[in-house]
């Protein structure tokens, strides 16, 4: 599971430190793609091939995700890691995701996120308050009741 968040800089030559705590789950074969979210997305291997087959098998029956496939699989590649554990996050994926310099890694459960870091601020913001929100009585308990 990934967790936390992490302040880092894309360099000029595109480079991303991802760091350890998360590159380490994200394993060989993980997989950059946009997000639906005007940020970039980070999946180890096995979270990307369910992803990749269920986006595959929707397309055949329904044009609307059609759309959603070709945005997922057009901007997906390979995360080679370097050895001081930075992947190249090519130009189109930058420009989509408004990334240049400061940005925020965000684990995200089953996912890491790459967010261009003044969005993920003003994003954040509307985290406050969150733990405030009236939540069921029974919501919390393992039988509903």
Not at 13 to 28: M, Q, Y
Not at 81 to 102: C, K, N, Q, T, W
Not at 133 to 141: F, I
């Amino acid at each position: 599971m990934f967790l936390g968040q992490y302040d880092r800089t894309v360099d000029d030559k595109g480079r991303l430190a991802i760091p350890g705590e998360l590159r380490n789950g994200l394993g060989h074969g993980a997989v950059m793609t946009r997000s639906f979210d005007n940020c970039l997305c980070i999946y180890p291997a096995a979270k990307w091939e369910a992803l990749a087959q269920a986006a595959n098998d929707l397309q055949d029956l329904r044009p609307e995700a059609r759309l959603r496939a070709r945005a997922l699989f057009s901007g997906a590649v390979p995360c080679d890691f370097d050895s001081h554990g930075r992947v190249i996050v090519p130009a189109y994926l930058r420009e989509y995701a408004g990334i240049s310099g400061d940005v925020t890694v965000v684990g995200v459960g089953s996912r890491v996120e790459v967010w261009n870091r003044t969005t993920w601020n003003q994003i954040s913001q509307g985290f406050q308050g969150l733990e405030t929100e009236q939540v069921p009585k029974n919501a919390l308990s393992a039988s509903g009741a």
